[in-house]
């Protein structure tokens, strides 16, 4: 492996730098943040057809949008009436449709809830904390603070609201990111104390 350090500012141009060090290489292939991609989202379009038919709600955290495009690709594909809901874990996460609608048709099966991001990515309160250690505690599932932790209080929050029919098929996509978790050991480990 060989590392390659840039500046801020030439990263934000990332096709540039890889052109610059990689374009002449035909075994060499440029993947954005997040494997934000056309073929990232036909990926995970592919899940769809791992679900039952009738989930009537699917819930994924989302970063750049990639995982709930190729969701919402899949649940047309295979003419699902599942509502799509995502939990953008970036602050002001509403830029998360615009994103999606790079690759896939979008509609009232999406729904955006933009108030679970805990003060942006990768960042944290007590609350979720808390929350993430015992969710773990209670059902033995690992999740990480960046994402999927921020995923299920928003579906804990919004059921205990109401916003949540009891009757309801809710799928939970949990896409791992556990890497997250060691990177909030000492806060968690302060917690526990």
């Known amino acids: 492996m060989q590392l390659i350090f840039t500046s801020?500012?030439?990263?934000?141009?990332?096709?540039?730098?890889?052109d610059q060090y990689f374009g002449n290489q035909k075994d060499a292939f440029f993947?954005?943040?997040?494997?934000?991609?056309a073929e990232a989202v036909?990926?995970?379009?592919?899940?769809?057809?791992?679900?039952?038919?009738?989930?009537n709600?699917?819930?994924?955290?989302a970063g750049t949008g990639?995982?709930?495009?190729?969701?919402?690709?899949?649940i047309w594909n295979h003419n699902r009436q599942t509502e799509l809901h995502v939990v953008p874990v970036l602050k002001d996460g509403v830029f998360i449709r615009t994103e999606m609608e790079r690759y896939v048709r979008v509609d009232h099966q999406l729904v955006l809830h933009t108030d679970y991001h805990f003060g942006g990515y990768a960042k944290t309160q007590p609350a979720l904390l808390e929350f993430l250690q015992q969710f773990s505690s209670n059902y033995g599932l690992l999740t990480?603070?960046?994402?999927?932790?921020?995923?299920?209080?928003?579906i804990f929050d919004l059921a205990a609201k109401g916003?949540?029919?009891?009757?309801?098929?809710?799928?939970?996509?949990?896409?791992?990111?556990?890497?997250g978790l060691l990177g909030m050991k000492d806060k968690l480990e302060k917690m526990l104390i």
């Open 163 to 179: 916003m949540i029919d009891r009757e309801a098929k809710v799928v939970a996509l949990h896409t791992g990111g556990l890497l």
């Open 31 to 37: 993947i954005d943040e997040g494997g934000a991609s």
């Open 42 to 55: 036909q990926g995970c379009a592919e899940i769809i057809a791992e679900l039952p038919v009738d989930v």
């Open 144 to 154: 990480d603070p960046v994402y999927t932790a921020k995923m299920f209080f928003g």
């Open 57 to 61: 709600l699917l819930f994924c955290a």
């Open 66 to 74: 990639t995982t709930a495009a190729g969701l919402m690709q899949g």
């Open 8 to 18: 801020r500012e030439s990263y934000k141009d990332k096709p540039m730098l890889f």
